[in-house]
T-cell receptor, first 109, second 115 residues
Framework: GQNIDQPTEMTATEGAIVQINCTYQ??????LFWYQQHAGEAPTFLSY??LDGLEEKGRFSSFLSRSKGYSYLLLKELQMKDSASYLC??????????WGAGTKLIIKP | GAVVSQHPSRVICKSGTSVKIECRSL??????MFWYRQFPKQSLMLMAT?????????EQGVEKDKFLINHASLTLSTLTVTSAHPEDSSFYIC???????????FGPGTRLTVL
């Protein structure tokens, strides 16, 4: 079967660092995406990993371990505007996205 | 980056009426478009995948006669919710992908409320 797990909710402090984990079991794998979604808005693309390792893009980094079926999104120097849901999605053998339920990130001053 | 628009952004209708939602890729040719539905505090649920010029592929449990999808051109796909009922109230989001590319670009979504 196909399954993606990520925490439902996380809380962090402005200026701090937070890591959002995602574990997956999918039939076929063509990469893993992270999207950010603010309430009432459509998702926006953050990162794509298909090879093992860390991809850094400004304050956001994403890591993938294919052998462990594991990824994380690392957010540094948190800002209040980072309060949003973060969606982990894998691309299966048919190039369709399989979505996790999302992690709601709450940033406190 | 690529831009996808959706219209309308918000619609309120009476039960039993039909509602059409348009999804347009503004600066690229979308050979594949996806329609999602998202209920409050839940993740995206893929409803159907449409390829330009061919019939849409619906996910299990999605009624093709109720949710009519047309992808007549490389820049436009429409979703028509026929005989809408209150349980169809949801956030409908489209995304588009260019041929040979992996990334999907999302429209801003349409909030449908059926009274």
């Amino acid at each position: 079967g196909q399954n993606i797990d990520q925490p439902t909710e996380m809380t962090a402090t402005e200026g701090a660092i937070v890591q959002i984990n995602c574990t997956y079991q999918t039939s076929g794998f063509n990469g893993l995406f992270w999207y950010q979604q603010h309430a009432g808005e459509a998702p926006t693309f953050l990162s794509y990993n298909v090879l093992d390792g860390l991809e850094e893009k400004g304050r956001f980094s994403s890591f993938l371990s294919r052998s462990k079926g594991y990824s994380y999104l690392l957010l540094k120097e948190l800002q209040m505007k980072d309060s949003a849901s973060y969606l982990c999605a894998t691309m299966d053998s048919n190039y369709q996205l399989i979505w996790g339920a999302g992690t709601k990130l709450i940033i406190k001053p | 980056g690529a831009v996808v628009s959706q219209h309308p952004s918000r619609v309120i209708c009476k039960s039993g009426t039909s509602v059409k939602i348009e999804c347009r890729s503004l600066d690229f040719q979308a050979t594949t478009m996806f329609w999602y539905r998202q209920f409050p505090k839940q993740s995206l649920m893929l409803m159907a995948t449409s390829n330009e010029g061919s019939k849409a592929t619906y996910e299990q449990g999605v009624e093709k006669d109720k949710f009519l999808i047309n992808h007549a051109s490389l820049t436009l796909s429409t979703l028509t919710v026929t005989s809408a009922h209150p349980e169809d109230s949801s956030f409908y989001i489209c995304s588009a992908r260019e041929q040979g590319e992996l990334e999907q670009f999302f429209g801003p979504g349409t909030r449908l409320t059926v009274l």
